[in-house]
């Protein structure tokens, strides 16, 4: 989010608040996409195949997104919420 702020409305970046601006985007994001997958929707065709363990093969996962919108993805997928991955970190 910062990166694409820098590029449509720099002069944002240097307010004051605008850690405080970018972390509101991202949570009223965050919210958005769970509402959004907690009613089914899905992000792409195959991704609840993939997610549900229907395909064969390991899984991984990279993300810039919120662990609860992984969370809420496996949940509507039929799998356990918890993380089964190794290497999980957050940055």
Known sequence: M???RRCVDPARLSAPDADTFISGLHEHK???CDC???KGVLAR???KR???G???GRLAIA???SRSNVDIL???AGRSAAWPFRGHRRR
């Open 2 to 4: 910062r990166h694409y």
């Open 30 to 32: 965050t919210q958005a």
């Open 36 to 38: 959004r997958v907690a």
């Open 45 to 47: 065709p195959g991704v």
């Open 50 to 52: 993939l997610i549900s």
């Open 54 to 56: 229907q395909a064969s």
């Open 63 to 65: 993300t810039t997104t």
């Open 74 to 76: 496996f949940h509507h």
